[in-house]
């Protein structure tokens, strides 16, 4: 789980990059950009506020999660195990997945720094309902970071991710295996979204306290 982690902390910092260049961006392309410039503008506005895990909360379902599939990427990771599962059982698992998810992008706020994207040529399918927005992260103390997107077009003709490549890593592919092994290992996804809603609340818990401990100390310096 922890390189899991590591994958959506890059992702979280991929979205909050700027523009290399300014050349005319596709629309999954400027779907990438936008989120990027709203974050990068929010955090940079709201650095104090996040370790606030709700303040957190709130900014990931306003600027992240329209324009990510959630549903799609929960089909995906879960794989037969989705199609086996009852109409509350993928609700259940939505809500806890969503908020192990929102655990990292905590995390990966807090790490914010200054870096730059840049994007390559995209690769469209035949329907072009799906595309893989090709980019380069670029940072000041290391190499470029291939991070790739694999985004679709929706019936409202909105397009969203579902899946993020970094450095030839599917963070779908992970996410898919570490689930199918917790299933078999814990004897079946009740007991799997148990354990995601264990882990959740541990996280609430420990982000609360360190919260009430950074207030405590500005108050008594």
């Known amino acids: 789980m922890k390189i899991l982690k590591g994958l959506f ?3 979280l910092l991929s979205l909050l990059m700027t523009t290399v260049s300014a050349t005319e961006l ?5 779907v990438i950009q936008d989120t990027s410039d709203l974050l990068y503008s929010i955090i940079k506005s709201d650095k104090d506020k996040l370790n606030d895990r709700e303040y957190v909360f709130q900014l990931v379902h306003d600027v992240v999660e329209p ?3 959630l549903n799609k990427i929960s089909k995906l990771v879960l794989g ?10 993928r609700l ?6 969503k908020h192990l998810l929102i655990n990292t992008y905590a995390t990966a706020f807090n790490e ?24 380069e992260m670029i940072l000041t103390s290391r190499p470029p970071i291939a991070v790739n997107y694999r985004m679709a077009r929706n019936k409202a003709g909105e ?26 290992k814990k004897g079946g996804l009740d007991n799997v979204i ?6 959740n609340k541990r996280s609430r818990e420990e982000a609360e306290a360190n919260k009430l401990r950074i207030d405590s100390a500005n108050k008594h310096p």
Do not use: H
Request: glycine share 2%.
């Open 92 to 97: 259940e698992f939505q809500k806890e997945f």
């Open 112 to 135: 914010f720094d200054d870096w730059a994207i840049k994007f390559l040529p995209t690769s469209a399918t035949k329907s072009k309902k799906r595309v893989i927005v090709k980019t």
């Open 194 to 199: 148990q354990k995601l809603a264990d882990k």
């Open 80 to 89: 037969k195990y989705w199609r086996k599962a009852s109409k509350q059982q």
């Open 67 to 69: 324009r990510v599939d």
């Open 159 to 184: 397009w969203k991710a579902y899946d993020v490549i970094i450095e030839g890593i599917s963070m779908v592919t992970n996410y898919k295996g570490s689930f199918a092994k917790s299933i078999k």
């Open 26 to 30: 596709s629309p999954p392309q400027q």
């Open 9 to 11: 902390a890059s992702l």
